[in-house]
């Protein structure tokens, strides 16, 4: 089992960037493939980008594509999200997800608020 703490959310204004960072605890972070979803108010959670192990591929969401980079550091348990250009649109909790062996594990979330 595998815990997730993210950090690194906060207000920041259109245009701007802000690196979010999971730490996972509890078990050998390098056998997870990990995520990054969001959440709107009055919305689905979202896939936004997501990192295999030993991270040799990525994925993107077409709406971040091009301004957000996801990216891991086995040696720290941790794994960023890189986001730039933020949007208005962008705001939402971002969640940080650990999946191995069809089990996925879920961190509480950060808020994000992208306003002027």
């Known amino acids: 089992q595998v815990q997730l703490a993210e950090s690194g959310g906060g207000l920041v204004q259109p245009g701007g960037s802000l690196r979010l960072s999971c730490a996972a605890s509890?078990?050998?972070?390098?056998?997870?493939?990990m995520s990054w979803y969001r959440q709107a108010p009055g919305k689905e959670r979202e896939l936004v980008a997501a990192?295999?192990?030993?991270?040799?591929?990525?994925y993107y969401a077409d709406s971040v594509k091009g301004r957000f980079a996801i990216s891991r550091d086995n040696a720290k348990n941790t794994v960023y999200l890189q986001m730039n250009s933020l949007k208005p649109e962008d705001t939402a909790v971002y969640y940080c997800?650990?999946?191995?062996?069809?089990?996925?594990?879920w961190g509480q979330g950060t808020q994000v608020t992208v306003s002027s």
């Open positions: 990192i295999t192990d030993p991270g040799s591929s990525t």
């Open positions: 509890g078990s050998t972070f390098s056998n997870y493939a």
């Open positions: 997800k650990a999946v191995r062996s069809f089990v996925a594990y």
